[in-house]
């Protein structure tokens, strides 16, 4: 158990489906991120949540929409999405604020998703 | 912008040999550089990381990274591979300033042969 939990680990989804990918840590941790990892493709960056507040968007298409209520707890909300959507999703979370980076991140093990 | 380089997309070794896995990485600051290590199916798990001191740093699994400032470059090595160790594994840079996010290598897979 790395203390980060996401569900569900595997997502099956049309392309007209609406689905929504969760994250959950208990580790006292205040910033949260998704990350996309597709094959032979570096990890990229989709959203970064700092004390509840998201201070990054890397131009991710509006078809993929975060939600963070609280700290503990992280959502993607995904509707319409196209078959090159199709990832491992990965949830991490970290001590926020300056400095954030300093402690490197805890990762869960991710959600596979393939959109048909 | 800060970019991180793992010029090997591949590497075999045999078992019972040492390993090296090259990270090079361009920032204009002292960065904060880590080692992940990711099994199939499953998230990253840090092996190490370095902010400041020493810059020789122990991690987890018997893996040790050494920070060389003029080389710009944090090598992960290991001096005798077990087959436990095949995966995939990325170096990645931050910095102190908030809000922002690591930023990671494509990785190197890691193949042992017996």
């Known amino acids: 158990e790395t203390g980060v939990t996401q569900t569900p680990r595997h997502l099956v989804m049309g392309m007209t489906n609406k689905k929504s990918l969760k994250c959950e840590q208990h580790?006292?941790?205040?910033?949260m991120y998704w990350y996309k990892q597709s094959a032979k493709k570096p990890l990229e960056l989709m959203f970064v949540?700092?004390?509840?507040?998201?201070?990054e968007n890397n131009s991710v298409p509006s078809r993929f929409s975060p939600e963070c209520p609280n700290s503990s707890h992280l959502f993607l909300h995904l509707h319409t999405l196209q078959p090159e959507d199709s990832a491992l999703y990965l949830c991490?979370?970290?001590?926020?604020?300056?400095?954030?980076?300093?402690?490197?991140?805890?990762f869960g093990s991710g959600t596979r998703l393939t959109v048909v | 912008a800060q970019s991180v380089t793992q010029p090997d997309i591949h590497i075999t070794v045999s078992e019972g040999a040492s390993l090296e896995l090259r990270c090079n990485y361009s920032?204009?600051?002292?960065?904060?550089l880590f080692w992940y290590v990711q099994s199939p199916g499953q998230g990253l798990q840090l092996l190490l990381k370095?902010?400041?001191?020493?810059?020789l740093v122990q991690g987890i699994k018997g893996f040790e990274a050494e920070f060389k400032r003029s080389q710009s470059s944090f090598n992960l090595r290991k001096p005798s591979v077990h087959w436990s160790d095949a995966a995939e594994y990325f170096c990645?840079?931050?910095?102190?300033?908030?809000?922002?996010?690591?930023?990671f290598g494509k990785g190197t897979t890691l193949s042992v042969s017996s």
């Open positions: 949540y700092s004390l509840e507040e998201r201070v």
């Open positions: 920032y204009g600051a002292t960065p904060y």
């Open positions: 991490a979370s970290s001590q926020g604020g300056q400095g954030a980076s300093l402690y490197g991140y805890t």
């Open positions: 990645a840079v931050g910095t102190y300033q908030a809000g922002t996010a690591l930023i």
């Open positions: 580790l006292g941790h205040n910033a």
């Open positions: 370095y902010f400041s001191g020493d810059t």
